[in-house]
């Protein structure tokens, strides 16, 4: 994996949580296979990856709910594996979470204030303020078998964050509502993580989601964390061809390395990012994402000279796709390499499919990898 995750620590963050050489294993299998992470203090950190790739396990080992098989997780140096779940300063909301059917709404929510015995006026307070912030103002009374499923988990929300618990978990808390509301409620979190300053470790599917509301996010596959960082960071310079291909989408193309900034793609060399340690004829992999790689017609193109820094290679197009203000273009290299690209809005005759194109695209926007699996390559294959 040759590009380096990035991780910015400001100076005034601080490590909170750590996870070292986590393990979870079911008979043979790893579910979660030896993750070690540093969560900072105050941050919102995401755990995104499709279904089945370790992210609930890895949240369930730091509630308390499940025992790691081996590894440790501290917290501010103190090791919380013998510490029960309710003795963790941690709050929770996870996907099924079931309220106390036998109490209000307005109840439910004041529970974790009154077990702490917080003065009434100020626990009326806080309650209240929880109800105006999950839209429930109007539902305080109802008992949670009179509310819809998204109405009692967002009952669940403000119950985990009515007594402002240092720590938050939420294993896909939003999956259960309608979009527009996912996305109000999104906005929430993030302005309420603002206000409060807590750690909040989110558990989601959606790489939206994780884009939305995450200062960074860890990327799992397989029991692993693939890529870690900002949102910006893991789209602009994914670690590895499978968070390139995971995250967005991706255009792949196989090289054969000639010096450490010079490889061949069709026989024909390309300006490559520099990179280290390469031997002559080694297999590439050159990732570009679809907004940076432009479709000329080679009319335009020859109007246009190629700028410095800059390569081209000649395809055909596919198909054309109009997205209201920009194209998209499929296009196919001579050899059968499958791109999607921007089309430039040209001021001649409009691409169609069967023309010639040349496609353009700036060397340092194009990530290097010299290592990969196949799978990698394939979003739906790599999924899981
Ligand atoms: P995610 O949250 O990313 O969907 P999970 O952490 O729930 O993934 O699960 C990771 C893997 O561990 C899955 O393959 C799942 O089937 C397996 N797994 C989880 N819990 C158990 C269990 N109690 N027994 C056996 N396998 C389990």
């Not at 305080?140 to 967002?154: C, I």
């Not at 669940?156 to 109000?184: F, Q, S, T």
């Not at 910006?232 to 968070?243: C, G, H, I, S």
């Not at 297999?283 to 335009?300: F, G, N, V």
Request: include cysteine.
């Amino acid at each position: 994996m040759s590009a380096v995750i990035k991780e910015p620590a400001p100076a005034d963050q601080r490590t909170l949580v750590s996870l070292r050489h986590l393990n979870k294993h079911y008979g043979n299998f790893a579910a979660v296979d030896d993750i070690s992470l540093d969560i900072q203090d105050g941050e919102f950190l995401t755990f995104l990856g499709s279904s089945g790739s370790g992210k609930s396990t890895t949240l369930s080992m730091l509630a308390g709910f499940e025992q790691p098989s081996s590894g440790e997780i501290l917290v501010n140096g103190q090791s919380l594996v013998n510490v029960p779940p309710h003795k963790r300063d941690i709050g929770m909301v996870f996907q099924r979470y079931s309220l106390f059917p036998h109490l209000s709404v307005r109840d439910n929510i004041a529970f974790p204030l009154a077990i702490r015995k917080l003065a009434s006026a100020e626990r009326e307070k806080r309650v209240d303020a929880m109800l105006k912030l999950v839209q429930l103002d109007q539902f305080a009374h109802r008992r949670p078998a009179q509310l819809s499923g998204g109405q009692q988990q967002r009952v669940a929300i403000a119950r985990a964050l009515v007594y402002e618990p240092r720590i938050l978990l939420m294993d896909e808390p939003l999956g259960a509502l309608d979009k527009k509301l996912r996305e109000d409620l999104q906005d929430e979190l993030r302005q309420l993580h603002r206000r409060l300053g807590i750690t909040i470790v989110y558990v989601t599917h959606d790489q939206e989601e994780a884009m939305r509301l995450s200062q960074r996010i860890a990327i799992f596959s397989h029991g692993k964390i693939v890529g870690l960082g900002s949102g910006y960071d893991l789209y602009q310079n994914p670690p590895n061809a499978f968070v390139a291909s995971f995250l967005g989408n991706s255009n792949f193309l196989k090289l054969k390395a000639q010096s450490n900034a010079v490889a061949t793609f069709e026989g024909k060399p390309l300006a490559i990012r520099p990179t280290a340690n390469l031997q002559t004829e080694q297999d590439l992999l050159l990732m570009i994402r679809p907004e940076k790689a432009l479709a000329l017609s080679p009319a335009q193109a020859q109007l246009e000279p190629l700028p410095s820094g800059w390569n081209e290679v000649t395809a055909t197009v596919t198909e054309m796709l109009f997205l209201g203000e920009s194209q998209t273009c499929s296009v196919v290299t001579a050899t059968g390499t499958a791109m999607t690209v921007k089309a430039l809005s040209a001021s001649g005759m409009p691409l169609q499919a069967g023309d010639a194109v040349c496609v353009r695209w700036a060397s340092a926007d194009a990530c290097v990898y010299t290592q990969w699996t196949e799978s990698d390559l394939n979003k739906a294959a790599g999924a899981h």
